[in-house]
């Protein structure tokens, strides 16, 4: 079975994969990884706050991303930092940014990177 074809639970959240194979695809991780929680000391993406990136043939951008917790005092501002971010690079025509709580962000989440600059390593 291959994993498009497994079923999905009942309540999971649906996250497609990033566009990956997209030219644009390595350009728009970085400027994400040019954000930073204000509280802690890891960009957002090596933080595993960036769910998905999907660009299009039009260069549109759509990015799904969460926050470490919800009360994040920063939760009304970090999407337009990350649109922020990504808007000037060359080819990209339209950014939109998704804040979800689907599925709840975990420290399991961060990258090798990240776990090792906060000391979890």
């Not at 990956?20 to 933080?47: F, G, K, M, W």
Request: with cysteine; aromatic share 6%.
């Amino acid at each position: 079975m291959s994993s498009t074809d497994a079923p999905q639970m009942e309540g999971a959240p649906l996250i497609k994969p990033s566009s990956t194979d997209h030219p644009l695809h390595e350009q728009v991780v970085e400027a994400c990884r040019s954000v930073y929680d204000p509280e802690i000391p890891v960009n957002i993406y090596d933080l595993g706050l960036v769910y998905t990136v999907e660009i299009n043939d039009q260069n549109e951008v759509h990015v799904t991303m969460t926050l470490t917790a919800p009360g994040c005092p920063v939760a009304g501002e970090m999407p337009g930092w990350v649109a922020e971010a990504i808007e000037p690079l060359p080819g990209v025509k339209h950014v939109d940014v998704e804040l979800t709580w689907e599925p709840p962000w975990g420290m399991d989440m961060m990258s090798d990177e990240a776990r090792l600059e906060l000391g979890f390593m």
